[in-house]
């Protein structure tokens, strides 16, 4: 995912976004964006 194509970014973008929607619990969703945005951002940003 992190060395892959864009669309495995974007896919996992949207992923991303649908979790922390669906998730009723705030304190699950803060800690699900505090584990995969630093690897997303990574994913963007790494040649």
């Known amino acids: 995912l992190l060395h892959g194509k864009d669309q495995h970014r974007d896919v996992a973008s949207i992923a991303l976004k649908t979790i922390v929607a669906e998730v009723s619990n705030m304190s699950v969703a803060q800690r699900v964006?505090?584990?995969?945005?630093?690897?997303?951002?990574?994913?963007?940003?790494?040649?």
């Open 33 to 47: 964006i505090v584990t995969l945005s630093p690897q997303l951002v990574k994913g963007i940003t790494s040649p």
